[in-house]
């Protein structure tokens, strides 16, 4: 048995048993399971936001980006984007938090905000109609979004394993979500926050010796980065135009993408009061940027030895005949990445069905297992897909496109009173659409046959630019014209919401 095979089931049998060993101590109800309502902080939820935010996909994305996509700009953006996507969180985290203190996700804010009567404060049936247009659409993003990360997660774990060992697919999938099932089903959030402090502490220096040996491998920084001057110097340009374009698309895709993914606000929940989600999101932002750089920078190196794609990194490594160590530690990274990840995952897809089991079923014990059932339910199929090595990139672009369409009409429903259902729910849709006029098919040609038509960039932006528009419009003409029984949303309607209602 290699020695990748032999880190792969002693990592995922640790932090398995650790995991349970904590779930064991102390009786899980509901509201442990699903957000552990304000137990953590500290380095504890420092530790939580940063591991959840990252995953294997920091071994592949980065590097593909700076080895194909364009350099040091296109990991730049990389970068940003994913550092920005969760600063976000400094200040609508605590916003959500003062608005709707004993919510659980974002998807029940947007029923109680656009949907239930009891917030429509005498709103017409037809404005009723359009908040719960824009709750069943809010939860077919989130739900979407999770499971394709879920299932490029297992994808990427399993293609590790088998790069660097040879391992097939379907075993490393299913070693890898069984770990992960043994004490996400039984322990829910509560003991995913404390797994989560495990895998921070090991990913962060882990990442670190695994550049800084491929960099003495190759000889010092110097003679790292001389191929790439001489191969390719445009991707050392911070003017390369392909790079900054690339770049600007990743950081609306991931910025927009993130809002949706309820592992964040879970957490946002879970910290112990507003000052720690400050501290604990901004100090993942900051501590995620260099280490996605440092990735970013082994791709880029590998363009230089005229390797690129997504496991730029690994055929890198192969080529330099690394030392069995340095693939030992490389597998545990991987694999402490994906577990942080897909924990997170599965908590956050359970947690959104809960919100309307909860609706139909007054017992919660009863809707804690029916979670726990729907947390190994939805780790089956994701499986299924990882074991066939597809690619879920196009999938992750259709989802980021729908994100960026949605993201302007629920942040303005923070803070603007006069944002209306309908005003949410038709700016979404105009922003998908029109968006969805450049967007490529899945070959990357254009999906219709117009100027700037198959441009991620030109898609995103178009969706982005169009909701916010129409968003922006609407609110000034309702704040100008709002007559009788049409009154802005009172705030304090939420504040007053029950825990399960």
Request: hydrophobic residues 50%.
């Given at each position: 048995m290699g020695i990748s095979t032999v880190v792969l089931l002693v990592a995922?049998?640790?932090?398995?048993?650790?995991?349970?060993?904590?779930?064991?101590?102390?009786?899980?109800?509901?509201?442990?399971?699903?957000?552990?309502?304000?137990?953590?902080?500290?380095?504890?939820?420092?530790?939580?936001?940063?591991?959840?935010?990252?995953?294997?996909?920091?071994?592949?994305?980065?590097?593909?980006?700076?080895?194909?996509?364009?350099?040091?700009?296109?990991?730049?953006?990389?970068?940003?984007?994913s550092a920005a996507a969760v600063f976000l969180f400094?200040?609508?985290?605590?916003?959500?938090?003062?608005?709707?203190?004993?919510?659980?996700?974002?998807?029940?804010?947007?029923?109680?905000?656009?949907?239930?009567?009891?917030?429509?404060?005498?709103?017409?049936?037809?404005?009723?109609?359009?908040?719960?247009?824009?709750?069943?659409?809010?939860?077919?993003?989130?739900?979407?979004?999770?499971?394709?990360?879920?299932?490029?997660?297992?994808?990427?774990?399993?293609?590790?394993?088998?790069?660097?060992?040879?391992?097939?697919?379907?075993?490393?999938?299913?070693v890898v979500i069984t770990a992960v099932f043994l004490y996400t089903t039984y322990g829910g959030l509560k003991v995913t926050i404390l797994t989560d402090a495990l895998q921070f502490l090991l990913i962060v220096p882990l990442l670190l010796i695994c550049f800084g040996a491929t960099i003495v491998l190759l000889g010092g920084f110097g003679e790292a980065f001389a191929p790439v001057a001489e191969k390719v110097p445009e991707f050392l340009s911070f003017s390369n135009i392909d790079g900054l374009r690339f770049g600007a698309t990743l950081m609306i895709a991931i910025i927009a993408a993130e809002l949706f993914n309820q592992g964040n606000w879970q957490r946002v929940y879970a910290c112990q009061d507003d000052p720690t989600v400050r501290r604990a999101f901004l100090g993942s932002s900051l501590v995620i940027l260099p280490l996605l750089f440092l990735s970013g920078l082994l791709g880029l190196i590998s363009a230089g030895f005229e390797i690129s794609g997504t496991t730029a990194f690994f055929d890198l490594l192969q080529t330099l005949s690394v030392p069995g160590w340095l693939v030992g530690a490389v597998v545990l990274l991987a694999v402490a990445l994906v577990m942080s990840s897909l924990d997170s995952l599965l908590n956050g897809i359970s947690a959104v069905f809960t919100v309307d089991l909860l609706r139909l079923s007054n017992q919660p014990n009863q809707?804690?297992?029916?979670?726990?059932?729907?947390?190994?339910?939805?780790?089956?199929?994701?499986?299924?897909?990882?074991?066939?090595?597809?690619?879920?990139?196009?999938?992750?672009?259709?989802?980021?496109?729908?994100?960026?369409a949605l993201l302007f009409p629920i942040l303005l429903s923070f803070y603007n009173r006069y944002q209306s259902s309908a005003n949410a729910f038709c700016s979404s849709v105009l922003g998908i659409?029109?968006?969805?006029?450049?967007?490529?098919?899945?070959?990357?040609?254009?999906?219709?046959?117009?100027?700037?038509?198959?441009?991620?960039?030109?898609?995103?932006?178009?969706?982005?630019?169009?909701?916010?528009?129409?968003?922006?419009?609407?609110?000034?003409?309702?704040?100008?014209?709002?007559?009788?029984?049409?009154?802005?949303?009172?705030?304090?309607?939420?504040?007053?919401?029950?825990?399960?209602?």
């Open positions: 995922v049998a640790t932090f398995a048993l650790v995991g349970i060993s904590q779930a064991g101590r102390k009786a899980i109800d509901l509201e442990d399971y699903m957000v552990s309502r304000n137990q953590i902080g500290g380095p504890m939820a420092l530790a939580t936001v940063t591991a959840s935010a990252l995953g294997a996909w920091i071994l592949f994305s980065p590097a593909e980006a700076g080895s194909l996509f364009g350099g040091i700009t296109a990991i730049l953006g990389y970068c940003i984007g400094v200040f609508i985290g605590p916003r959500l938090r003062q608005i709707m203190p004993w919510g659980h996700s974002l998807n029940e804010y947007v029923r109680h905000r656009f949907g239930s009567r009891s917030s429509s404060q005498g709103q017409s049936s037809t404005k009723s109609v359009w908040g719960q247009a824009m709750y069943w659409l809010t939860v077919a993003v989130m739900l979407l979004y999770m499971f394709v990360y879920l299932t490029a997660e297992l994808t990427a774990i399993a293609q590790t394993l088998r790069l660097v060992a040879d391992v097939p697919l379907i075993v490393t999938s299913l809707v804690l297992l029916i979670s726990r059932v729907l947390t190994v339910a939805v780790g089956i199929p994701a499986v299924a897909i990882a074991a066939q090595g597809y690619s879920v990139l196009y999938l992750f672009f259709v989802a980021d496109l729908i994100c960026a659409a029109v968006g969805t006029l450049f967007f490529p098919k899945p070959d990357f040609s254009p999906l219709v046959n117009i100027s700037g038509g198959g441009d991620l960039l030109n898609s995103f932006a178009a969706a982005l630019v169009a909701s916010t528009l129409v968003s922006l419009i609407w609110c000034s003409i309702d704040t100008r014209f709002r007559q009788g029984n049409n009154k802005p949303f009172n705030y304090s309607n939420l504040s007053r919401v029950k825990p399960y209602s």
